[in-house]
């Protein structure tokens, strides 16, 4: 079956970094769009970053630019996020999303076929 698991979440201080993984299975991903998305308790999901299928071009959410950094492995079927300085803000369940086929990324999580079950992120003050 067709699967994406997140892992690398945890609890952290703020100011601190953490490095999530996606590691894909049951296709190969080299030809979608990857995305990574979070969702906070009470708020509604959003798009964190995005990465085109090749890994040269990238998006980031206002809120993260400079902090975050995307990247994929396509030989290992892995996309990243690494967070750096990170917040109480940052608080979410996180999760990665492929759009198939698709080179470049969209912002409508609509757009994206495969889900991940999300890895929580907790920044304390």
């Known amino acids: 079956q067709v699967q994406l698991v997140e892992s690398g979440g945890g609890l952290v201080q703020a100011g601190g970094s953490l490095r999530l993984s996606c590691a894909a299975s049951?296709?190969?991903?080299?030809?979608?769009?990857m995305g990574w998305f979070r969702q906070a308790p009470g708020k509604e999901r959003e798009l964190v970053a995005a990465i085109s299928w090749n890994g040269g071009s990238a998006y980031y959410t206002n809120s993260v630019k400079g902090r975050f950094t995307i990247s994929r492995d396509n030989a290992k079927n892995t996309v990243y996020l690494q967070m750096n300085s990170l917040k109480p803000e940052d608080t979410a369940v996180y999760y990665c999303?492929?759009?198939?086929?698709?080179?470049?990324?969209?912002?409508?999580?609509?757009?994206?076929?495969?889900w991940g079950r999300g890895t929580q992120v907790t920044v304390s003050s």
């Open positions: 049951g296709r190969t991903f080299r030809r979608d769009a």
């Open positions: 999303a492929a759009d198939a086929d698709s080179p470049d990324y969209s912002g409508s999580s609509a757009a994206y076929d495969y």
